[in-house]
Structures are given as structure tokens and as C-alpha cells.
């Protein structure tokens, strides 16, 4: 137990690091980067503290570059699934009653171990398991899951600090136990913070957690799960499964001591894991807890009054940055039909200044997307385009796999605002158009909340403080992370806690205490010092 009321180093968030020519940031993570494309790295999944290898031994390769390997990976079984449940049930009892403040210490270090030693080293893994180009994995890979690790130790300390009222002769306390059970983390390819956090946050709090990162991100989380060892997480607390889908769900959905999900991943195989756990509600020893961050089809929405250049950069920025594939990127525009034009004539002039190619190249401003599947999602997407007659191509709308997964950077004008590509999810670097008359502001307000299932993140660009204030309430459902004159992309911990409601998740806020909240199990402790001798009440004299 606590021997102290200890309070915890101030979060602060990450400074981010330019990588301008000459710094000394930029020439280590080229050479890091360098280092580790010209090697294979054997990555065995982590169970109980110890590596597991598998005679299933799949090659991994960079989106922008597929004749060169950076990896293997050792592909496990539903087995090696029970194993990593049944190694996070030993743990549990141990972790969860370490003193909170040596739990904080663990992940304080790893946060200060990917702020430094690990820095270069988990920024080149994004930028080659994932295609980001270097700032993009700067502020995903670095800085992110650093804040998130110091962040939730701050937002830990205040959630114990919360405490009832107590009455004379009582004292009331409320303890925040974990829960009772294990944390099942499914996590992203597209965010290494995401990966870290998801089984981090839990575990912060005393869970214990099974991890299952996506394909196309493992590269990057071998090097996650690295600094979490060297940090001092014990064995059994997080454990790594690289495993397929159906075959991780059913050891874990039909466990009586699941409890809870932790996702970040499609709208669809979220809501296939809610039925799952739905109907095997029995099963279990508590009601688990679900939270999840799904899709979106983000939009940004410019009024008569918007300053023109400002518009056409939030959509270069807010569409294009990490290849559109953010959940907030933005993939819908409405823009008015005073300056609908001259906006999309800088955003075009923009993108066609766009350098594309490998991460390794820092003048490329766009890199691949993820894999085979992706490319030729969005592929059929822009073709259907082409064949639309209430549809047209601005720019770009040419796509390459011959030797990586390059799709140029496409603007879309539709003159349908319920056009397949201003509702559906594509999940690329694919924006569409459409223009409105210039003083149809509240109806055009009414069409975006109105269009498509999704609710994660918006933005509205107006000079006009009144449509401002009309176009915040109107789409106060719409977004769960909105933006007034600003990209809908780029959430800092700490400062914009990010999620959304509606097809777009649970909105529990990752990067602020409400997350952290769902992985606790409070009890209240009432203590009552002179208790009553009798059993009557005064009344009954």
C-alpha cells in the first residue's frame, strides 16, 4: 500500500521535432531507418514474458517498397490465443495489487524511453511497416504514446483522488479496483500510439490484457512491445498474439473471465464483436466492458464568408496527410458556391505540387497505403467515379502496385450530395465536393448531420461568429472531435481527447480520464467508527 500521498510528474506533451535539413533528428532517423530496411527481423509473438515461435512464418514488407523484407513474424494459433489468457490470469493478482504508484512508474519510464533512446527506432518502424513519412510518424509513434503514457498517469492519480463525502462518525471511501477478468486489446494499423495505448490504458489500472495488433502493423509493435519490457512490464501483464481474427475470438469471447474489449478498427467488425459478446452474455463472470473507435467520414464545411486559402489547406492537410487513411481525415467537403471555385483551384494547385514515393525520401509529402486489400479498395472506388456522370475528377485519380501501394492524392467535385463517395467510407487519399448556394448555410448544415452513419470528427471554416455558433449547435451529434477553422485531423492528447458517437464508436475519449474510467471497478467503503448500540430510533419514544 501507498505509504505517501505522491504526486506525479506534470504531463506535459512531447515537443515534435522538425527533421529540417542539418538536425541532428533527421540524420539518425535516416541512418536508423537505413539499419533496419537493410535487415529481416524475426518477430515471435510475447507470451508470459517469454518469445513464442511458431513453424508459421510469414514475411513482412514495406507498402512503398514490396520487393524489399524488413521482417517474419511468427503466426499463432488458437492455442497460443489460450495461453496468452490463461498467462494474463496468473499475472493478475500480482499486478493488480502493486502499489499504484510503481504501476505509474513502469509506464512513465516507457514513455521516456520512446521520447528518447527508442525514438529514431520506433519513428523508422512506423515509416516502414506503415508508410509515414517522417513527420507523420514523429507525431503518431513519439510523441503520441508518450503523452498518452504520461497523461494517464496523471488522469490515473486524479480518478483515485476522487472521493465521496463523508457524514460525522463516518468515513467514506471509494475504491477503484480492476476488473475482474482480462482485457482483450484489438488494435490498428495506422496508429503505433494507438496499438501501445490500447493495451496500455487498462493495464495502467491493473488489468492484465491480451494484445492483437493488425497484420500490417506488427512490424512496428515488436518494437512497442520492446520498450514496455525494458520499462519493467511484468510477464503475463501485456501479452502479444499474432493470430487471425476468428480464431482469437473464440477462445476469448466464450472465456468467463473476459472483461472487456479495447478496439480500434472498422465500424463492421465492431459491431460483429458486440453481437458476439451479446450472445454469450452467460458466459461470463461480469458484464464486460466494450469500447471501441470506429470509422468515419469526416467532413469539412466552409461558409460564404471563409477565407479561401485557409479551406484549400485544410483540405490538402485534413485529407491527404498519412494517404487519408486517419479515422478523422477528412473525406467530405461542402463548400459555397461564392468561393467554391477559387478554393478548390488552390487546393488543386496544391496537390499537384504533391511529391510521392518512399518515407526515406523527405520531400515526399505522400507515401503508400497499406496493403493490397486497401489499394484496391480504393482503387474500385475511383473507378466507379469515372464512370458517373454526376461525378468528376479534379486531380489525381491514377494508382500504381507495381512496386508499392501508390494512389495519387484525388479530388473529387460531385453535383450529388448523397453521391457514393460523400457517404461511404473509403479510407484513402480520396476527397469529394460539393458545392451549395452560398446562403443555404442552415440547410446545408442540416444535409451533413443528416448524411451518412458516422460521427467522429467535422470542421466548420466561417469569419461569421453567429454561423459559427448555428453551425456548432446543428452539429453537435455530428462529431464527437470538432473544429472551428481548423483540419478535422491531428488530436493532441491532453488538450482534444479524441472519439465519436453514432457508427463511429463509444466516445470514451482516449487521451483523457473518461477512457481510463472504463477500465476500473469501484467500490465504496463505508466505515462507520461508533456504531448504534439499539435498535430503536428516536421517533419511536
Known sequence: MPKGIYQVPLAVNEPINSYAPGTPEREELLSTYRKMKSQVTDIPMFIDGKEVRTDNVLPL????????????????TSK????????????????????????????????????????????AATMLAQSKNAFQAEIDAACELADFLRFNVQYMTEIYDNQPE????????????PLEGFVFAITPFNFTAIAGNLPAAPALMGNVAVWKPADSQIYSAHVVMEVFREAGVPAGVINLVFADGPDAGDVVFNHPEFAGLHFTGSTGVFRHLWKTIGANIEKYRSYPRIVGETGGKDFIVAHRTAPTQEVAVAIARGA???????????????????????????????????????????????????????????????????????????????????????????????????????????????????????????????????????????????????????GTKMLENAAGNFYINDKPTGAVVGQQPFGGARGSGTNDKAGSYLNLLRWVSPRNIKENFVPPKSYEYPFMG
Open 166 to 177: 463523508s457524514s460525522e462518525g463516518i468515513w467514506n471511501r471509494l475504491e477503484y479496483r
Open 320 to 470: 491527404f496527410e498519412f494517404q487519408g487513411q486517419k479515422c478523422s481525415a477528412a473525406s467530405r467537403a461542402y463548400l459555397p458556391s461564392n468561393t467554391c471555385t477559387e478554393i478548390l483551384d488552390k487546393a488543386v494547385e496544391m496537390v499537384k505540387t504533391f511529391k510521392m514515393g518512399s518515407p526515406e525520401n523527405f520531400e515526399n509529402f505522400i507515401t503508400a497505403v497499406i496493403d493490397e486489400r486497401a489499394f484496391d479498395k480504393i482503387a474500385s472506388y475511383i473507378d466507379y467515379i469515372k464512370e458517373q456522370d454526376d461525378a468528376e475528377i479534379l486531380v489525381g485519380g491514377n494508382y500504381d502496385k507495381s512496386e508499392g501501394y501508390f494512389i495519387e492524392p484525388t479530388i473529387v467535385k460531385t453535383t450529388n450530395p448523397k453521391f457514393r463517395t460523400m457517404c461511404e467510407e473509403i479510407f484513402g487519399p480520396v476527397i469529394t465536393v460539393f458545392e451549395y448556394p452560398e446562403n443555404e448555410w442552415e440547410e446545408t448544415l442540416k444535409l451533413v448531420d443528416e448524411t451518412g452513419e458516422y460521427a467522429l470528427t467535422g470542421a466548420i471554416f466561417s469569419q461569421d461568429r453567429y454561423a459559427i455558433e448555428q
Open 80 to 123: 497460443h490465443v489460450q495461453d496468452a489468457v490463461d498467462a494474463a490470469l496468473r499475472a493478475r493478482t500480482k499486478w493488480a495489487n502493486l502499489s499504484w504508484e510503481h504501476r505509474a512508474s513502469v509506464f512513465l519510464k516507457a514513455a521516456d524511453l520512446i521520447a528518447g533512446p527508442f525514438r529514431a527506432r520506433i519513428n
Open 61 to 76: 514488407f514495406p507498402p512503398h517498397e514490396l520487393k524489399t523484407q524488413i521482417g517474419t513474424y511468427h503466426r499463432g
